[in-house]
């Protein structure tokens, strides 16, 4: 199955700066979603974005599918972005609709 | 807003009980998909359903079944709880035949004692 590797595992950033996190995959996709798991455990859908470059606010993401990676910036970071980052891929095209998830990218922002 | 309720938070079940998780969505997927999420292991699929009364094996199926009679709700049953099962589990939907956005529900915390 199609591996997904996030980097780096843990990140610790002073309120207002800003970051870049890193997701790799092994294989073709054409489904690739990032999501933020709030401290209740909800994942939330930042972005849908399987290739090209996107942006909602303070965040951004793009996807080179051709080389298999995906990167968000989260710019002038806040507390309430701490929390830990999902990506997940999927290839329908293998018949299947599920995602595979990368392990995570856990964010702490410090005031 | 797609919006998918999960029936419960937080659960508490004693071994060997028969366990109903139910999960419900509001916007006519046809995809439904059951996680469970362990710390060091990620997010892992046990089943999902791609229609009314279908259903397929994701990565550890092992210990769980699931029911979709209706296409608004899939029920994962753990037909006698273990406390390897002692988990967070997230239900998730899906539009349609293809890579489509998934949407998760708020995930429900179960402790098997």
């Known amino acids: 199955g199609i591996q997904v590797e996030q980097s780096p595992p843990d990140l610790i950033l002073q309120e207002g700066a800003n970051s870049t996190l890193r997701c790799n995959f092994s294989?073709?996709?054409?489904?690739l979603q990032w999501f933020h798991q709030n401290p209740w455990g909800q994942l939330i859908n930042l972005f849908y974005?399987?290739?090209g470059t996107k942006q909602n606010g303070r965040l951004s993401a793009t996807t080179v599918a051709t080389e298999r990676y995906s990167l968000l910036y989260i710019s002038s970071s806040q507390t309430t972005d701490s929390g830990v980052y999902f990506c997940?891929?999927?290839?329908?095209?293998?018949?299947?609709?599920?995602?595979?998830f990368g392990k995570g990218t856990k964010l702490s922002v410090i005031p | 807003d797609v919006k998918v309720t999960q029936s419960s938070r937080y659960l508490v079940k004693r071994t060997g009980e028969k366990v109903f998780l139910e999960c419900v969505q509001d916007?006519?997927?046809?995809?439904m998909f059951w996680y469970r999420q362990d710390p060091g292991l990620g997010l892992r699929l046990i089943y999902f359903?791609?229609?009314?009364?279908?259903?397929e094996k994701g990565d550890i199926p092992e210990g769980y079944s699931v029911s979709r009679e209706k296409k608004e709700r899939f029920s994962l049953i753990l037909e006698s709880a273990s406390t390897n099962q002692t988990s967070m589990y997230l239900c998730?939907?899906?539009f349609g035949q293809g890579p489509y956005e998934q949407y998760f529900g708020p995930g429900t915390r179960l402790t098997v004692t």
């Open positions: 998730a939907s899906s």
């Open positions: 294989d073709s996709v054409n489904n």
């Open positions: 974005i399987p290739s």
């Open positions: 997940a891929v999927g290839n329908s095209g293998a018949g299947s609709y599920q995602l595979t």
């Open positions: 916007m006519d997927h046809e995809n």
């Open positions: 359903s791609y229609d009314v009364k279908m259903k």
